[in-house]
């Protein structure tokens, strides 16, 4: 329960950020702000007499805003990861009192760095990506040219000015792009 609240939290900071961002309703600029939010628990494993179980929700968020001719004029991306790990008879084994932190507030503690072929953490790839999408329009950013990099068919960036700085997967980016600009206000 306390990582749902924790969660939650994060998703609502968020949203109070870019609506701060974008002057808020009734700011009179034609700017609207939407939030969106997908996630999957493919990354969840029952457990077995050999290995504990992990259940995961991995949440991918895009929050942005949109001026009035439909251009994204702000955009922030970040994924929140909760896990809870159990024993085979299924007792959790995960310290339930330890914050969860989403990977943009890790920053540096999350570790990609030293295993990213271009040297880059998971927040600096992130923020490469959300700094792309200002600027273009939703249809321009789903329209980014993107390729699978493995038996997953994890997708990552095909354009120059990306491919040397985002090597994270950006296909879920893109749907939650998309539903952001669904849900703008």
């Keep these: 329960m ?32 939407g939030f969106g939010i997908v ?21 991918y968020i895009a929050v942005i805003t949109l001026d009035a001719s439909g251009k994204i004029t702000k955009c922030q991306l970040d994924v929140a990861q909760t896990a809870v790990n159990f024993d085979a008879t299924g007792v959790v084994t995960s310290d339930l009192a330890e914050p969860v932190k989403s990977k943009l507030e890790k920053k540096d503690e999350y570790g990609m760095k030293q295993a990213s072929a271009i040297g880059k953490e998971w927040y600096e790839q992130a923020t490469a ?17 993107i390729k699978a990099v493995n038996e997953e068919h994890t997708t990552v960036p095909d354009i120059p000015e990306l491919t040397s700085s985002v090597t994270i997967a950006v296909g879920d980016w893109l749907l939650a792009v998309e539903k952001a600009a669904a849900n703008a206000q």
């Design 129 to 145: 990506l959300a700094e792309w999408c200002v600027g273009k329009t939703v249809d321009e950013v789903k329209g980014l040219k």
């Design 39 to 59: 996630t999957h628990i493919g990354s969840s494993a029952s457990a077995t007499a050999e290995a504990a179980g992990k259940g995961q929700v991995d949440s």
């Design 2 to 33: 306390r990582k749902f609240f924790t969660n939650a939290a994060i998703l609502t900071s968020a949203a109070i950020l870019a609506t701060s961002c974008s002057g808020g309703s009734g700011s009179g600029g034609g700017y609207k702000t």
